[in-house]
């Protein structure tokens, strides 16, 4: 326990650039106070002490504003960045090197017994206020913007945003750009990776759809001279096909 508390400690300095002194953060970070109380309460709640595993985590609650179930299951070097409002459920697992920000919850969708809280993997980020939902995978490295609502499973790698969450992108060297962002330090500040495109997700999907639809009409022109020029007699709604107007954005 010792050691995982140093760990959670330690990783602050990587993900947040306020941090100065390792006293800093041991007495000004709610999130570390959390994860820290987390660990001897799990602790507790394993060994059958159940109430008292939950009043200490009432009492965590109260003092941070984060309130996170005793049985929970943590990784190693677990950060939480400001804090208030968030919400981790008893089944809810998070892999190693996870972070989340301030009003995320990792809750149920069921009121029945067993596994009803999300499964985070390792090197996930979770944005301000987003919700990540029922029993499902959120895969490696992956990226959940602020305030989506997230209630599927999500690939390696992906980034979700939106009400419902929908992936806008999937990065499949994910290991190799984290740890050139980590040498270089930059991080995914509130789950949002900073290649991402400027325009709105689903306008970016929009323009790629009439993308495709161009370059249809651009294989039924080819198409419409090469019957021409066989002789062949094309149908009354073939005579006039062209080309649509290149798209304005």
Known sequence: MFERSKEDIQCVFERDPAARSTFEIVTNYP????IIIHRFNHILWQAGW???ARMSSTFTRWWTGIEIHPGAQIGHRFFIDHGM???IGETAEVGDDCTL???VTLGGTSWQKGKRHPTLGNDVVVGAGAKVLGPIMIGNGARIGSNAVV???VPDGATVVGIPGRIVQVDSAYKKHHKQALEQKIFDAYGMPHEMPDIDPMQYAINNMLD???MMDKKIQSLCEA???MGKELPPDLVSCQVRSPRKY
């Open 85 to 87: 409002g968030v919400v």
């Open 227 to 229: 019957l021409k020029a």
């Open 101 to 103: 920000y301030h009003g």
């Open 151 to 153: 209630v599927k499973a």
């Open 31 to 34: 999130g570390v106070h959390a």
């Open 50 to 52: 159940k109430w008292l």
């Open 212 to 214: 495709d639809i161009e």
